[in-house]
């Protein structure tokens, strides 16, 4: 079954850190550009970071810019994001996506199903 399924998130205090990992079944992740997108209480989804397949980086939300980084394991077929230096409202629902083609398109192939992230003290 195609699919990405999301790991990585919970309850962290303001300053700490997070990996969130996305894996992929039945598909190679590295032919496809992998974005995070997320989604806070009563806020439309926004995008965060992306990979393209070429391994080029965009991001998509200048708030995470030093804090927040992408990368890939393709052994591993799963792109992850690092998030340092977490703040109160970075806390959301935080999915990971394929975009059609690059990082600049605006359809989505495939969502995942989400993990939560809860920054507090």
């Known amino acids: 079954q195609v699919q990405l399924v999301e790991s990585g998130g919970g309850l962290v205090q303001p300053g700490g850190s997070l990996r969130l990992s996305c894996a992929a079944s039945?598909?190679?992740?590295?032919?496809?550009?992998v974005g995070w997108f997320r989604q806070a209480p009563g806020k439309e989804r926004e995008g965060v970071l992306c990979i393209s397949n070429s391994d080029d980086r965009t991001y998509y939300e200048d708030s995470v810019k030093g804090r927040f980084t992408i990368s890939r394991d393709n052994a591993k077929n799963t792109v992850y994001l690092q998030m340092n230096s977490l703040k109160p409202e970075d806390t959301a629902i935080y999915y990971c996506?394929?975009?059609?083609?690059?990082?600049?398109?605006?359809?989505?192939?495939?969502w995942g199903q989400g993990t939560q992230v809860t920054v507090s003290s």
């Open positions: 996506a394929t975009p059609a083609g690059s990082c600049s398109a605006r359809v989505i192939d495939r």
């Open positions: 039945a598909f190679r992740l590295e032919d496809y550009a």
